[in-house]
Structure formats: structure tokens, C-alpha cells
């Protein structure tokens, strides 16, 4: 494969201006070990200029069964708390780096699977995924930016009872309290997620640039602040040629047009 290193635990696969980035740990459920933390990290920090959006995916039945917990057994408080900050890092890779990522899940996203889903911008599931958080009943935390990320997407008040209860949500469920944006049927999430990355892949760099880096910030900003940010990346983003010619292409009726459902 060319411009990609080899890995182990993932499969690297490029499509045009997209690249599919599969976890391949199948007979462990794509448990997440360092090495594959560190070779998540390590594949978003260095993707070619020219590969524009991501697909990110589980290979066999399962999205991925969270932290490998036979390490687990290994660390001390201060291994464990530099453990949970290398996950940090290994997450804002994808959620911070420079292309916006689609998840597509099926089967197991939990635990730290789940935290890996909710640092992707986009999540496409299918009827066989089922969302739960078995740290509560392993007798741990979140370690990989759960706590901060999942309530942004279903609530703390979700969350709590995820973890105090044990309460696993089916496909149905999880795209209704907001874990995916997609539901689609079985075995058809990878199409899916690859199509709107295709999409995403098409749309002008600032427009994804500012969605990825502005918006979250802007979302956690007092009104005041996040309305001037959004004030001067608009303006950086409609002074873009790009956007001067998509406009014009809108204005002379050469735009693909808006229909529910596309
Ligand atoms: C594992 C792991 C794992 C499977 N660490 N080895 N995550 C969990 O608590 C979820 C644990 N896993 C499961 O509940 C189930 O495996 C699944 C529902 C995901 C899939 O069930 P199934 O029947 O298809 O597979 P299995 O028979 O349970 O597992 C197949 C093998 O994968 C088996 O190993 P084997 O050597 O006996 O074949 C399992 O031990 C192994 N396996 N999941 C290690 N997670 C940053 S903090 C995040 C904290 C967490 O993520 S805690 C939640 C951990």
C-alpha cells in the first residue's frame, strides 16, 4: 500500500481522497492494546496531504470490546493515570486531527469502543450495534475521554445510568438518544460511512476545518465568544476562492440540488 506503513492490528486502505482505517483484532474483538492505540495515533498523525476525510471500522462482527483488559491487570495508579492520558492523546488524534472521520459500527462499541466512536465526527450504524459502558460493572472508570464526550452526545443523565445500571442500548435506541447519526441495515454501515466520507471529501478543506476544530470550541464558548468566532470563520471562509466558486456555481444553476433524505 502505497504512503502507508504497514500495522498489525489495523488495515490501511486507501480510496481516492479517502482511506478506510479498519481494527483488525478479530479474535479479540478489537480490543484496544497500546499497540493499537499507539498505531491509531500514529496513522492519523501521518496521513497523506491528499487524503481528505476517513472511514474508520471494525473488522468481523463486533466495532471493537473496548480497553484489552488483560493489561489492565498490569498497571499501578500512575501508570494507569499516564495510560488513560495516552488514550487522550491517541483520541484527539482523530477528533482534533486534520480530516473528519466516519465511524461505522456494528455489533460491540463499548466501553473504550464506544469512546473511540464518540471521538469520530460522524457515526453510521448498523441494526446489529449495541452500545454499553461495562466499565461501571468491571469496577473502573472511563479512561479515554468517555466522561467528556459521551455526555455531549446523550447526556450525563444517560450516561450515569449506563454505567450505574449496566443498561446497554440497542441500534434503534442509541441512533434515537444520539450515539449514531446513521442506522442502517445489517451489514451496511462500511458503505454507508464510505459514501459520506466520499461526500465530505468533495467539501471546500475550511468548511471541514472549521465544523472539526470551531465548532466544538464554539459550542463550549459563553454566547458572546462563540458568536464572534463564528463571525471572523465565516468571513475567513466565504473570502476563500474556493467558496467564491461555489457560490457561483450555485448562482448559475450548476449546484447539485437540495432533496430531504440526500
Ligand atoms: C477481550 C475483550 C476485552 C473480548 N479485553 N479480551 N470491555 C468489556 O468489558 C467488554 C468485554 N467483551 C465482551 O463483553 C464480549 O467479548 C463481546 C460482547 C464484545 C463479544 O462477545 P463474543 O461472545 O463475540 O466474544 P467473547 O467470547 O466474549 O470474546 C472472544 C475473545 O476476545 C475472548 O478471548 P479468548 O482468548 O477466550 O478467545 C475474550 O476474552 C476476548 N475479549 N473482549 C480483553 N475487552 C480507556 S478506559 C476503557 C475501559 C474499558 O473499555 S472497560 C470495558 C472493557
Known amino acids: 500500500m502505497k504512503n502507508f506503513e504497514q500495522y498489525s492490528n489495523l488495515t490501511v486502505e486507501r480510496d481516492g481522497a479517502i482511506v478506510l482505517i479498519g481494527l483488525n483484532r478479530v479474535e479479540k474483538r478489537?480490543?484496544?492494546?497500546?499497540?493499537?492505540?499507539?498505531?491509531?495515533?500514529?496513522?492519523?498523525e501521518s496521513l497523506p496531504a491528499d487524503i481528505k476525510a476517513a472511514v474508520l471500522y471494525g473488522q468481523g462482527e463486533h466495532f471493537c470490546a473496548g480497553l484489552d483488559l488483560s493489561?489492565?491487570?498490569?498497571?499501578?495508579?500512575?501508570?494507569?493515570?499516564?495510560?488513560?492520558?495516552?488514550?487522550?492523546?491517541?483520541?484527539?488524534s482523530i477528533q482534533f486531527g486534520r480530516i473528519p472521520v466516519v465511524s461505522a459500527l456494528q455489533?460491540?462499541?463499548?466501553?473504550?469502543?464506544?469512546?473511540?466512536?464518540c471521538a469520530t465526527h460522524i457515526r453510521v450504524a448498523d441494526s446489529s450495534a449495541f452500545y454499553a459502558?461495562?466499565?461501571?460493572?468491571?469496577?473502573?472508570?472511563?479512561?479515554?475521554?468517555?466522561?467528556?464526550?459521551v455526555p455531549r452526545l446523550i447526556g450525563e443523565a444517560r450516561m450515569a445510568d449506563m454505567m450505574l445500571t449496566g443498561r446497554v442500548y440497542g441500534a434503534e435506541e442509541g441512533e434515537r438518544v444520539g450515539f449514531a447519526q446513521y442506522l442502517v441495515p445489517a451489514g451496511q454501515a462500511l458503505a454507508k460511512a464510505r459514501e459520506l466520507a466520499t461526500r465530505i471529501a468533495g467539501n471546500a478543506p475550511m468548511?471541514?476545518?472549521?465544523?472539526?476544530?470551531?465548532?466544538?470550541?464554539i459550542a463550549?464558548?459563553?454566547?458572546?465568544?462563540?458568536?464572534?468566532?463564528?463571525?471572523?470563520?465565516?468571513?475567513?471562509?466565504?473570502?476563500?476562492?474556493?467558496?467564491?466558486t461555489r457560490v457561483a456555481e450555485f448562482l448559475e444553476?450548476?449546484?447539485?440540488?437540495?432533496?430531504?433524505?440526500s
Open 133 to 149: 459502558l461495562p466499565e461501571g460493572a468491571r469496577g473502573i472508570f472511563v479512561g479515554g475521554g468517555g466522561s467528556v464526550r
Open 253 to 261: 444553476g450548476r449546484a447539485a440540488k437540495l432533496r430531504a433524505g
Open 71 to 92: 493489561e489492565l491487570r498490569e498497571r499501578d495508579a500512575e501508570q494507569g493515570m499516564h495510560h488513560s492520558r495516552m488514550w487522550h492523546r491517541a483520541l484527539e
Open 207 to 217: 468548511t471541514n476545518y472549521a465544523l472539526m476544530h470551531v465548532l466544538p470550541r
Open 30 to 44: 478489537n480490543a484496544l492494546n497500546d499497540g493499537l492505540m499507539l498505531a491509531l495515533r500514529n496513522v492519523f
Open 220 to 244: 463550549e464558548a459563553p454566547a458572546d465568544n462563540g458568536l464572534l468566532m463564528e463571525s471572523l470563520v465565516s468571513a475567513i471562509a466565504q473570502s476563500a476562492p474556493e467558496a467564491k
Open 107 to 117: 455489533g460491540a462499541v463499548v466501553g473504550g469502543g464506544l469512546e473511540l466512536a
